[in-house]
């Protein structure tokens, strides 16, 4: 009898535990369960050879791009980026990019191509500590108060594959520069 009652009981367990929705861990939900936490430290080298650290960043909204130079959808987004970040320009935000090629070869990359951004290096090591970003390319919304607003992969407002989730992104970021004006 006490075999069947904790079969009995085992198995209630066992239906109510397949009930319950599973949240399988993907790149989206990476990025979701980012928002609202704080920027990590990170200390680097700009593309002239200077220190950079994201103390600098402290009390300013901020957009963080991850990309590589032989990445082909970083360098895809990049005119979109660009764009963003002519949208705001008298805006103060602070367009980043990071990257683990070394500063020289950043600087060559930045030269050839339209990207604008203040570049860090970082190695793909220290990238990796960082753990905000899921693959490449990847975007990241800061706010003035040093937490993440939003991530997400691609930036791209002409592919429809991408147009709603960058909508958010530049919704979000609109939102934070009118609270920026209004405090």
Request: proline share 5%; net charge positive; charged share 20%.
């Amino acid at each position: 009898m006490k075999t069947c009652f904790f079969a009995l009981i085992f198995c209630f367990g066992m239906v109510k535990a397949q009930q319950t929705p599973i949240k399988w861990a993907t790149q989206e939900t990476f990025f979701e369960d980012l928002v609202g936490k704080p920027l990590p430290d990170f200390t680097g080298l700009t593309t002239n050879g200077k220190s950079f650290s994201s103390i600098e960043l402290k009390e300013q909204i901020v957009v963080i791009n991850f990309w590589f130079e032989n990445c082909p959808p970083c360098i895809a987004e990049m005119p979109e980026l660009s764009a963003l970040q002519k949208r705001f320009a008298s805006q103060k935000i602070r367009f980043i990019g990071i990257t683990h090629d070394s500063p020289k070869s950043a600087r060559r990359f930045q030269k050839s191509h339209d990207y604008n951004y203040q570049v860090v290096s970082l190695t793909s090591d220290e990238i990796r500590k960082l753990n905000i970003n899921h693959g490449f390319p990847c975007n990241v919304l800061v706010g003035k108060n040093g937490k993440i607003l939003y991530a997400m992969a691609n930036i791209s407002f002409s592919d429809p594959a991408f147009r709603p989730k960058s909508t958010i992104f530049e919704e979000l970021l609109r939102k934070e520069v009118y609270q920026k004006t209004t405090e």
